[in-house]
């Protein structure tokens, strides 16, 4: 009788704890699929915020070009995830905001080619997607770095929009890319060319009362400006940086025309 109490203890004893291995290992399995389809979710949603950001940021700022080599000296660390970094705004890694590299330029910046000759519809275009994604409002509960990050690569693009839309200053700016600059002051010009502006300058002062006068001049002006501009494409494109210097000299005293008529306007309360 009692053989047989133990051999029923016995086998109910083996029976419970293969109760609790069966249990343990469905647990386990349990533990490691809920593992497993966090790490999918979590991969889900990298995926899906790096294909947010190629969407609507210049690739030049995402992904290294394929025509553009760097050297290992290019290279910088992530300041947030330590990993190795080609000149880019964002992490390739983690997506983090970078310092800008010394490798990048206003045309690069934008995401556009290194050229005179914009398409001002896609400087724009790009302009306000990457602006959106850099404006400080959006790192308002960030880290004080890419805060700081945010507000300086948000004013840097605003300086860059400017600059490529205006064709002396696009001008000027690819002459300091090629390591040529003009001094202020400048006289350095034809003299025939010096008399020339000086008849200008006394044609505005004699159309101060002459409404009709100076709407002949601003256009007169303005066609000799869009002139200029296509002469200086030209040179750029001959990769002739003395004589795009050169026109872009004179396309200064042009300018300086153009701000004065363009005050004269307003003051008379021209309406063209």
């Given at each position: 009788?009692?053989?047989?109490?133990?051999?029923?203890l016995?086998?109910?004893?083996?029976?419970?704890?293969?109760?609790?291995?069966?249990?343990?290992?469905?647990?386990?399995?349990?533990?490691?699929?809920?593992?497993?389809?966090n790490?999918?979710?979590?991969?889900?949603?990298?995926?899906?915020?790096?294909?947010?950001?190629?969407k609507?940021?210049?690739?030049?700022?995402?992904?290294?070009?394929?025509?553009?080599?760097?050297?290992?000296?290019?290279?910088?660390?992530?300041?947030?995830c330590?990993?190795?970094?080609i000149?880019?705004?964002?992490?390739?890694?983690?997506n983090?905001l970078?310092?800008?590299?010394?490798?990048?330029?206003?045309?690069?910046?934008?995401?556009?080619?290194?050229d005179?000759?914009?398409?001002?519809?896609?400087?724009?275009?790009?302009?306000?997607r990457?602006?959106?994604?850099?404006?400080p409002?959006?790192?308002?509960?960030?880290?004080e770095?890419?805060?700081?990050?945010?507000?300086?690569?948000?004013?840097?693009?605003?300086?860059?929009?400017?600059?490529?839309?205006?064709?002396?200053?696009?001008?000027?700016?690819?002459?300091?890319?090629?390591?040529?600059?003009?001094p202020?002051?400048?006289?350095?010009l034809?003299?025939t060319?010096?008399?020339?502006?000086?008849e200008?300058?006394?044609?505005?002062?004699?159309?101060?009362?002459?409404?009709?006068?100076?709407?002949?001049?601003?256009?007169?002006?303005?066609?000799?400006?869009?002139?200029?501009?296509?002469?200086?494409?030209?040179?750029?494109?001959r990769?002739?940086?003395?004589?795009?210097?050169?026109?872009?000299?004179?396309?200064?005293?042009?300018?300086?025309?153009?701000?004065?008529?363009?005050?004269?306007?307003?003051?008379?309360?021209?309406?063209?």
């Amino acid at each position: 009788m009692k053989s047989t109490i133990f051999s029923t203890l016995r086998f109910l004893s083996t029976m419970k704890l293969r109760y609790f291995y069966c249990t343990y290992k469905l647990a386990i399995r349990g533990y490691t699929q809920v593992a497993a389809n966090n790490r999918l979710n979590l991969k889900s949603e990298v995926s899906s915020f790096s294909k947010t950001l190629k969407k609507y940021v210049p690739s030049s700022l995402t992904e290294p070009s394929q025509a553009t080599s760097y050297s290992t000296e290019s290279l910088s660390k992530c300041w947030r995830c330590n990993s190795d970094q080609i000149p880019l705004i964002f992490c390739s890694n983690c997506n983090a905001l970078q310092e800008l590299h010394k490798d990048f330029n206003y045309f690069k910046l934008i995401g556009i080619n290194e050229d005179y000759d914009v398409d001002t519809s896609e400087v724009n275009s790009k302009y306000r997607r990457l602006q959106n994604l850099l404006h400080p409002d959006r790192f308002s509960n960030s880290s004080e770095k890419e805060k700081e990050l945010s507000e300086n690569l948000s004013s840097l693009v605003n300086k860059a929009h400017s600059t490529l839309l205006h064709p002396l200053k696009r001008g000027l700016y690819m002459l300091r890319l090629n390591n040529l600059d003009i001094p202020e002051g400048s006289t350095a010009l034809n003299p025939t060319f010096l008399m020339e502006i000086m008849e200008k300058n006394e044609e505005i002062e004699a159309a101060t009362v002459d409404p009709k006068k100076v709407l002949e001049l601003i256009k007169e002006n303005r066609k000799i400006l869009g002139e200029s501009s296509r002469q200086v494409s030209a040179a750029f494109q001959r990769k002739d940086m003395e004589e795009a210097r050169r026109i872009l000299i004179e396309m200064k005293y042009y300018a300086s025309i153009e701000a004065k008529l363009k005050a004269l306007k307003q003051d008379l309360g021209i309406v063209e």
